[in-house]
Structure formats: structure tokens, C-alpha cells
């Protein structure tokens, strides 16, 4: 055993210069990031604004394409500053799957500073409360009264809808929406049709289709990883074979659309257990950069780029890479690629857990 343990060492110690193993597989772990933290993708058309919410009539809707987590803040300009303790939901005309199915209720007394179609997230806002709530399918229909416990009077209120009836890839829209001082609907609707009412979504810039994940991007096949995050996206990967030193790595373009390929990249590494969810901005951890530059990926497409290497001698378990720019962040829609792998070496002790096989992974540099 120690003299296989030596010849290990020995080859291992030769490995930098000759060449360098592969260390990423299908067997590891990955979660799509993008450090742009919470943003705001907010749109309406003009014909179904977030004013049409409060108009009371069903044949007319707020509707918002951003998805899941849109809403709106509206200010009780006429009935004043109250203690909401209640509300309902009116259903639009169309497509049952675009209903709410969650809500989140936020109040404050600060002056509003956000701006239409933002994050809403300029002022000081309070939770009052979250739940779900199941509106009928058949539309124009007066929804459930939704219970708020809230005792405090607030000049202002935010309203977001995390989920909805059909997921995340349904638009979100809603007909009429009241607010009450009660807690069972009665009494009169605290909102009026001419009180200010502004569109906001807020959600991480990260995400993806779902057939387009970063697991995608060490499955051994073309398939692509994309994220809709663009510029400052990327992914945290923990190689399965355990604590390595990454020296280079290679980028295959992905099928359509040139510009979106990565065209700079900064690469962190970290030794500690990664917390970061799917689709954060991937700081729940403490990451050291290693690395960055540019890369130059062919135009052609499912082509392999060329090696790109760089001097480290840091051992880490995980690594995020992110793509700081695009090849044309103009007309791209987001960043893709079909496939990336990390060269360099594991540490002593899990080249010993390999062994002599995982020699065979050894590529060659380029000269």
C-alpha cells in the first residue's frame, strides 16, 4: 500500500507538467446563480395596467408577463391610511392558469419612491402576513375572503403573488382586487378606482427553462444550460470526486444564438458546505476568486473552445464560475452554453481514493 501511495504522489507530482485531469462529471452537483440578486422584469401592456385592478369591474384586468412574484403597490389615497384585515380577488376573463395561487402582503407609512414596474422595494415595507389562496375557475368570479391579522394602520401597501394556479410559466392576471378594514369582506373597499397604483415583480435574475438546467452543462451531451440572467450568470459546481486544484477549463458553444455565448468569466472557489439555493445569487458561502479574463468561443455552434489555463495552487471542494459578459449583450436574450470542463488535479488523498484509473482521465495540454 505505501509504495502504490508513493507512485501515486510521484505521478501526480508530474501531472502539472505534462498534462491535467478532467474533474467534472455527470455525477456532480450543480446550481444555476447570477449575483444581479433581486430584480425587476415588470411589464404590462397598456390597455391591462395595474389601475384596472381597482376599477371594479370584472371585464377589465391587471395583467403583468413577468410571471410569478408581480403585484403591485397601491396608496390609500382616498380612504387614508388603514388597518387592512382583509381582501379578495376577482378572476379575469381568460386562462384560469395565470390566477394567483399565493400571496405576500407587505404596509408601510413612508412616502412611495418606487417607480412603475421596479422591485417596490424602496421603501421600508413591514410583512403582515402570507398565505395561499384558491380562486374559482370560472371566470369574472368573486374569490374566498383571505383573512389578514393586522392591527396596524398603513398609508401604503405592497402586494406580491409568489405563486400561481398553472406555475411559474403562466402570465399572472387578475380582474378586481378589494381591501377591507374587517376581517370577513364587509364593510366598505378601502381602495378606489383612483388611488395610486404602481406594477412591481421582484425575483432573482437567475433562472432557466426547465429542460435547459445547469445540470446540463456536465451530462457528456450537447444539450445546453441557459440562463435568463445574461450578464453576471453562471453556476456553482461541487465535484463529486472530492477537493481539487482547477488549473484550465474548456466551454463547447451551445446549438443557436452566437450571441449569447460567454465571452468573460471570473472563477471563486470555496471549502465550505454550499447553502446557496437553485436560481440565488450564491453568497450563502465564502468564496475566494481565483481566476479571470476573457474567452474567446468559436461562432460555430456545438464547437469545443479552445483550453483556457490560468496558475492556481489552491485546494476547494466547490467553485462558481460567472460570466461577466456576453458576445453581444445587446441582442442577447441570456447566456448559454452546451458544456464546460475544469482541468487540473485532485488533492493528494483523493487521487489516492481514485487511484491508478484516474490517471486514465489525463488530458494534455495544448502547446
Known amino acids: 500500500m505505501v509504495k502504490k501511495l508513493i507512485l501515486l504522489l510521484v505521478m501526480l507530482m508530474s501531472v502539472p507538467a505534462f ?7 455527470s455525477s456532480d452537483a450543480v446550481l444555476a446563480v447570477d449575483r444581479d440578486g433581486l430584480i425587476s422584469r415588470s411589464d404590462y401592456p397598456a390597455g391591462e395596467a395595474p389601475p384596472k385592478a381597482l376599477d371594479q369591474n370584472s371585464g377589465t384586468k391587471y395583467l403583468n408577463f413577468a410571471r410569478a412574484n408581480t403585484g403591485f403597490i397601491v396608496t390609500l389615497g382616498t380612504s387614508g391610511a388603514s388597518a387592512v384585515q382583509s381582501f379578495t380577488l376577482t378572476t379575469a376573463n381568460d386562462a384560469a392558469g395565470r390566477d394567483p395561487a399565493s400571496w405576500a402582503l407587505w404596509g408601510t407609512n413612508d412616502a412611495i419612491t418606487s417607480a412603475d414596474n421596479s422591485t417596490g422595494l424602496a421603501e421600508n415595507w413591514t410583512l403582515i402576513g402570507s398565505g395561499s389562496v384558491t380562486l374559482p375557475d370560472d371566470r369574472f368570479t368573486l374569490g374566498p375572503v383571505v383573512s389578514v391579522s393586522n392591527s ?13 394556479k398553472g406555475g411559474a410559466g403562466e402570465l399572472m392576471q387578475v380582474a378586481d382586487v378589494a381591501y377591507y378594514a374587517s376581517t370577513d369582506g364587509t364593510g366598505t373597499n378601502l381602495l378606489a378606482a383612483d388611488d395610486p397604483i404602481l406594477a412591481i415583480h421582484n425575483a432573482q435574475d437567475s433562472s432557466y ?4 438546467s445547469p445540470a446540463n452543462l456536465v451530462d457528456g451531451s450537447l444539450n445546453k444550460y441557459l440562463n435568463f440572467g445574461k450578464v453576471n450568470s ?11 486544484v482547477v488549473t484550465g477549463f474548456e466551454i463547447t458553444t451551445a446549438n443557436d444564438s452566437p450571441e449569447r455565448d460567454p465571452a468573460a468569466w471570473e472563477l471563486y472557489g470555496t471549502l465550505d458546505a454550499i447553502l446557496s439555493g437553485d436560481n440565488t445569487e450564491g453568497e450563502a458561502e ?6 479571470s479574463g476573457t474567452v474567446a468561443l468559436p461562432d460555430d455552434r456545438n464547437m469545443l473552445g479552445d483550453l483556457v489555463e490560468f496558475s492556481n495552487s489552491a485546494i476547494y471542494t466547490s467553485y462558481k464560475m460567472l460570466f461577466t459578459d456576453v458576445k453581444d449583450a445587446g441582442a442577447a436574450n441570456s447566456m448559454q452554453i452546451a458544456e464546460i470542463q475544469f482541468y487540473g488535479v485532485p488533492e493528494p488523498a483523493t487521487m489516492c481514493l481514485l487511484g491508478l484509473g484516474g490517471l486514465a482521465l489525463i488530458r494534455r495540454r495544448r502547446s
Open 152 to 164: 396596524t394602520a398603513y398609508s401604503s401597501y405592497r402586494m406580491l403573488y409568489p405563486t400561481l
Open 234 to 244: 453562471g453556476f456553482i459546481v461541487t465535484p463529486a470526486m472530492g477537493t481539487t
Open 286 to 291: 465564502t468564496w475566494t476568486l481565483i481566476a
Open 19 to 25: 498534462g491535467s485531469l478532467a474533474l467534472l462529471s
Open 209 to 212: 427553462p426547465g429542460a435547459e
